[in-house]
């Protein structure tokens, strides 16, 4: 049958109870729910599924079919199933990155996205580098080049030549829910290729201190030395993030308890971006505001008895830097410190929003308005957005 008839829709359901005589039993079964099919019809869809390639798009939802009296047959699919096919689709794209340099060799992970041989990986996994190989799923090696990186995101792109055994879509890490399921693929301590590791969206929009990133993926799913640069996926098998770093008890957040589950991956809504202008132009240019800023939340809204519970705060804060560096975007538009970003061009600054991911859409030279609180009172500014110097991370 044709699998582009059938509509799917995912619905976890939990806590299932089977009644059986003389008794019962409590079981819990997550699945997708999918409705108005015959038993027989999910089977087949779910045969279909399992044939198809990596490359292969996820299928359309189209309108069931109609003229029938009866009630609604449905069928469960468990989640490891969903997982188990999840995995198939972009294993053949997950690669085990080998950096030789001067000083010894090094390893990560990354993953293939496109077919004439781009793979996108960590810029800290290829950093210091002189020669970069990688080594397939099929336990196949070939040497790679260097195509660009990005420091301020910890991303960089790769180059094989010839043909590759898979390619993963990306998806949309702006759909992402907390607490969705979600998979880690890599090679932890560089040997242990295409290991996977099953977790949830902890938060989304995250910051780490000290590493200058933000609006990062949280996930629970383990992640080791080695698994940097490879992707963090979907149940439908895409690509949302790339893992970047796990947050350990050496981490400098003064804080002797033990640490586990705390991984922060670049999500797709940043890394898609990056990789394009790398692959593009060898390079990435990025806007530049000149400020200095804090992405509010409720404890900083508190500790500095802000208004708003979401935006940017420009404050100098502890870092001892301006809060508005003179002859910038910034400076020019007249911004000053302790005015407050709530929206760029209309789109608001808000828990899974953080201003970074809202500039990343422009180019160096654009035009946006920004929309401000200054003294209580909202207003607009228009600001042509600067080019960020390469020696600023």
């Known amino acids: 049958m044709n699998i582009n008839r059938l509509a799917l829709i995912?619905?976890?359901?939990?806590?299932?109870?089977?009644g059986v005589a003389g008794g019962g039993?409590?079981?819990?079964?997550?699945?997708?729910?999918?409705?108005?099919?015959?038993?027989?019809?999910?089977?087949?869809?779910v045969s279909a599924l399992k044939s198809q390639p990596v490359t292969t798009s996820a299928v359309s939802p189209t309108q069931p079919t109609t003229g029938s009296a009866t009630v609604p047959?449905?069928?469960?699919?468990?989640?490891?199933?969903?997982?188990?096919?999840?995995?198939?689709?972009?294993?053949?794209?997950?690669?085990?990155?080998?950096?030789?340099?001067?000083?010894?060799?090094?390893s990560g992970s990354g993953v293939i996205i496109r077919d004439d041989g781009y793979i996108i990986t960590n810029n800290h996994v290829v950093d210091g580098g002189q020669r970069y190989f990688v080594l397939f799923a099929d336990g196949t090696r070939r040497q790679a080049r260097l195509v660009g990186t990005d420091s301020l995101n910890d991303i960089a792109v790769l180059k094989v030549d010839g043909e590759v055994p898979g390619v993963a879509q990306i998806g949309d890490s702006a759909a992402l829910q907390p607490g969705?399921?979600?998979?880690?693929?890599?090679?932890?301590?560089g040997n242990f290729r295409n290991t996977v590791t099953a977790g949830v969206v902890s938060a989304l929009n995250r910051s780490v201190p000290g590493s200058g990133m933000e609006g990062l993926i949280q996930t629970d799913a383990a992640i080791n030395s080695?698994?940097?640069?490879?992707?963090?996926?979907?149940?439908?098998?895409?690509?949302?993030?790339?893992?970047?770093m796990v947050v350990r008890n050496d981490f400098g957040f003064g804080s002797s308890a033990p640490v586990e589950g705390l991984g922060f991956a670049v999500p797709s809504s940043i890394f898609a971006n990056v990789a394009d202008q790398i692959i593009a132009t060898g390079q990435v240019r990025y806007p530049f505001l000149g400020i200095t800023y804090l992405m509010i939340d409720g404890e900083v809204a508190a500790q500095y008895n802000l208004p708003v519970q979401n935006g940017a705060f420009i404050s100098s804060g502890l870092s001892g830097q301006l809060a508005v560096l003179p002859n910038t975007a910034?400076?020019?538009?007249?911004?000053?410190?302790?005015?407050?970003?709530?929206?760029?061009?209309?789109?608001?600054?808000?828990?899974?929003?953080?201003?970074?991911?809202?500039?990343?859409?422009?180019?160096?030279?654009?035009?946006?308005?920004?929309?401000?609180?200054?003294?209580?009172?909202?207003?607009?500014?228009?600001?042509?957005?600067?080019?960020?110097?390469?020696?600023?991370?």
């Open 10 to 18: 995912f619905v976890f359901l939990l806590g299932i109870f089977i």
């Open 25 to 45: 039993a409590a079981g819990g079964v997550a699945g997708y729910l999918v409705s108005r099919q015959t038993v027989a019809e999910v089977s087949a869809t």
């Open 73 to 106: 047959e449905t069928a469960v699919v468990s989640l490891s199933d969903a997982m188990v096919e999840a995995v198939k689709r972009v294993a053949p794209a997950v690669v085990t990155v080998t950096v030789e340099s001067s000083t010894g060799r090094g």
């Open 180 to 189: 969705e399921t979600v998979l880690a693929i890599g090679s932890p301590l």
């Open 226 to 244: 080695g698994n940097s640069g490879g992707p963090l996926i979907n149940l439908k098998g895409e690509v949302v993030g790339i893992n970047t």
């Open 330 to 393: 910034a400076a020019q538009a007249g911004l000053r410190e302790g005015d407050i970003i709530t929206a760029v061009n209309g789109q608001r600054l808000d828990a899974n929003t953080s201003l970074r991911q809202l500039l990343l859409q422009y180019r160096p030279g654009d035009t946006v308005e920004l929309t401000i609180l200054r003294d209580g009172k909202e207003q607009n500014v228009k600001v042509t957005l600067g080019e960020r110097p390469s020696d600023l991370r």
